[in-house]
């Protein structure tokens, strides 16, 4: 029986194997940030031990880093002892550290692609749920607690259970790729899964609908597999990941040769089978929007917000949740998505904040003003993004409409640092999570895609883009 | 970390499902640098008003769970962030058992790394053990919950088992395979970063 590209890419890392107990997995790559390694890096000097590999470590700042002028000094005390606080650690302990004024500062998960740090084959960690995301170079990507950071950081290598594998296959050719997105595609998925749907599982994204994606748009899918319930997402790489990851900063001396190899081996054999199977068609798919408090409280931009009957589908615990969630988001069975007006936009996040995330919104932007009663903000993944978009001209693009137009970080996705929704007010936002008080407490957030946050901060309320002109 | 030792409490129930890790700890509480101290923000939007005044009307508002030791709660309990801070904010507080149908997963494999016990049962147990007011016993050696009326039995994996029982540190044991990593390490074609 042929082996799939996680059982390749696992296999390919076992230190130590015993029957019925976790592996011992050695990781290639770990990226680290401020919020989730101080209680980790204090773990090693009680124990006086090192970091095993600072070679294959790297850190940077971004959970709760301001976005405003970074000439200033950060207001909260808090915030600037844990920026500190790693800034020391990398110091004392020989990491490579991405700081606040660093060019190369932004979203681990953005800078690990944009730098090269992330290869096709790999095992990569990261103290953080969306660690997913580099699944889209077909490296095994795993978020992980502060223990295992601590673990990793000492020994280079994890013990880790087995995960099932889950073939989620994308079928079709979307009738309009600039109104209907890979975030789309991803929120369709976990709609229809669910978001404990992929528990205990890597999934792997196959088919026409993935392979046609850029590697911006592949980051997006494999992104939001943990809000599927995903231990990683994997996509197997091709030519375009291989040419994504060439003359990059960090890219390996060797890299042709290492092309070689991954040409031959990192992919699914055709007679491998998985435990579990999802298939998707894309068609006829509609932009999404998320309605409630998990992103599986999902629909169509055309459609109204289902009543809880409907969502749950006679699971009384799923109907009381359902409930619970249009209370929190003050929202009523039966409304139309685009009759739902909004009060702020964020453009952002390692979900939706590369280069072409922006490109595509500041085209519906272009021109344009945001709506007089809506707050709108622009926050780059990196700080590369942020140059790179600036040297497009987009950052006039979205100034001129009033948008604002920040430093890069997680900004308003988690709102640890000062971009914080207020109690009550509703946001349309390109982030990962809608759950309760995420962007700030009592704040109301909708999942979308950018070319939809876009038209709402524009029209003040959701928009088909299906219905603009996008080309 | 200290073995774990058989617990006897009344359960706290919490009926929601997918209660995620924002809630658990919300994010103003992430910036701290230690791992202590977290429990007192527990649940903290549930917990307290936008005054941080508090809300009677939330479970762990009720003075009859103040010395529970056992959280029950519906599915896909800890999914979201990986944030550890929510297993460290559980323990504080003071408890020691979770008890759902089921768990995501970097929030179950964090409780194995504080000495917290998942314990995963079918949906019709949890609404059992959320109506269950007497005071029960999880016994993890036997693997058994024991309530006034019957005894469940639960399944964990034997090395986990192992790993809560014994208090064992995880780096200690995998520094035992040194020269097993360093082999790895010899043959790897991963290049370093730098």
Known sequence: MGKTLFEKIWESHIVVEKQNEPALIYIDRHLVHEVTSPQAFDGLRMNNRQVRRPDLTIATMDHNVPTSDRSLPILDQTSAIQIKTLENNCKDFGIKLFDINSPNQG???????????????????????????????????LGIGTSEVEHVLASQTLWLEKPKTFEVRVEGKRNNPHAVTAKDIILSIIKNIGTAGGTGTVIEYRGEGITDLSMDQRMTICNMSIEGGARAGLIAPDQKTFDYLRNREYTPKNYESLVDSWKENL??????????????????????????????????????????????????????????????????????????????????????????DLIEASKIVQGQKVASNVNAMV??????????????????????????????????????????????????????????????????????SPVMAAAAAINGHFVDVRKLDLN | ??????????????????????????????????????????????????????????????????????????????????????????DDYGFSVIISSSFADIFFSNCFKNGILPISLESKIIQKLLQETNVVEVDLENQIIRTTSEDISFTINSHKKKILLEGLDDIAQTFQFEDKISEFEEKSTVPSVL
Not at chain 1, 409 to 419: A, E, I, Q, R, V
Not at chain 2, 53 to 78: E, H, Q, T, W
């Open chain 1, 267 to 356: 992919k699914s054999d055709s007679d491998a089978i998985f435990d579990k199977q999802f298939i998707l068609n894309i068609n006829d798919i509609a932009p999404q929007v998320s309605w409630g408090t998990n992103p599986g409280m999902t629909c169509d931009v055309d459609e109204p917000i289902p009543s809880p009957d409907e969502f749950s589908n006679g699971d009384v615990n799923q109907k009381k949740g359902a409930e619970k969630a249009l209370e929190y988001m003050d929202l009523k069975s039966g409304t139309m998505i685009e009759d739902i007006a909004i009060d702020r936009v964020f453009i952002g996040s390692c979900t939706n904040a590369r280069l072409e």
């Open chain 1, 379 to 448: 926050v780059p993944g990196s700080q590369m993004v942020k140059k790179q978009a600036e040297e497009m001209g987009l950052d006039k693009i979205f100034i001129d409409a009033n948008f604002e137009w920040r430093e890069a970080g997680c900004s308003m996705c988690l709102g640890m640092n000062p971009d914080i929704l207020s109690p009550g007010e509703r946001c349309a936002s390109t982030s990962n999570r809608n759950f309760e008080g995420r962007q700030g407490n009592g704040g109301r957030t909708h999942l979308v």
């Open chain 1, 107 to 141: 979203i681990v998960h953005v800078i690990g692609p944009q730098l090269g740090i992330t290869l096709p084959g790999s095992t990569i960690v990261c103290g953080d749920s969306h660690t997913s995301t580099h699944g889209a170079f077909g490296a095994l990507a």
């Open chain 2, 1 to 90: 970390m200290e073995p774990f030792q058989n617990v006897k409490s009344i359960v706290t129930p919490l009926d929601k499902v997918n209660v995620d890790t924002d809630q658990i700890i919300p994010k103003q509480f992430l910036k701290l640098v230690q791992k202590s101290g977290f429990g007192k923000f527990l649940f903290f939007n549930w917990r307290y008003d936008e005054n941080e005044n508090v809300k009677s009307d939330f479970i762990l508002n009720d003075p009859k769970y103040n010395k529970s030791k056992i959280l029950v709660a519906g599915d896909n309990f800890g999914c979201g962030s990986s944030r550890e801070h929510a297993v460290w904010a559980l």
